[in-house]
């Protein structure tokens, strides 16, 4: 049973529990694998989530969001119980059709978006895809573009180079 209690610890803004190895080579052994982002499902506190479990400094973490556990940046030292396992449902996030739109417009951006990493790709999808309103779908749309043409910065990164 992959099931366990954990402390919740903080490493700059994001709150995180490590997950027992025993559980880790359960989760490695169902997704077949032990590298890269890892999709996992479960249960806080008997309250269902969907997260990526993920590599970062050398430690496998389960990090926890808001939408997993209410206020969870203020609960840094409390302790948690955990049930975690492989999700095996694919998880594909359709392009916003306003970004698709103006990729296909834009030969250039198009090009520098197709040549970025994958997850690079997927991260700028995201974000576009789960803004709430039309107007900050247009304006980060507007932002992505001069950010893929070298012009602005966009999710925190730098603008692309385009020379």
């Known amino acids: 049973m992959n099931k366990f209690k954990a402390t919740i610890q903080i490493i700059g803004i994001n709150p995180y529990v490590f997950v027992p190895d025993e559980i880790l080579t359960n989760i490695f ?3 077949k694998k032990d590298k890269g982002a890892i999709p996992i499902r479960g249960t806080i506190n008997e309250k269902p989530y969907k997260q990526t479990l ?7 973490r389960l ?9 969870s940046p203020k609960k840094i030292g409390e302790t ?16 916003h059709p306003e970004f ?19 997850s690079l790709q997927k991260e700028i999808i995201r974000y576009i895809s789960f ?12 932002k992505a573009m001069g950010f893929l043409l070298g012009k602005n910065r966009f999710i925190g990164r730098e603008p692309i180079n385009t020379n």
């Not at 948690?80 to 392009?95: A, H, L, S, T």
């Not at 739109?101 to 990493?117: G, I, V």
């Not at 803004?131 to 507007?142: C, E, F, G, Q, V």
């Open 131 to 142: 803004l709430k309103t039309d107007k900050s779908i247009t304006a980060n749309t507007k």
């Open 100 to 118: 698709l739109k103006a990729l296909n417009n834009n030969k250039d951006a198009k090009n520098r978006f197709d040549n970025l990493s994958p």
């Open 54 to 60: 993920l590599k970062f400094k050398g430690e496998w």
């Open 63 to 71: 990090y926890v969001n808001t939408t997993m556990l209410k206020n």
């Open 29 to 31: 052994s169902q997704a």
């Open 80 to 95: 948690i119980e955990i049930f975690i396992e492989f999700d095996p449902v694919i998880r594909v996030i359709q392009p």
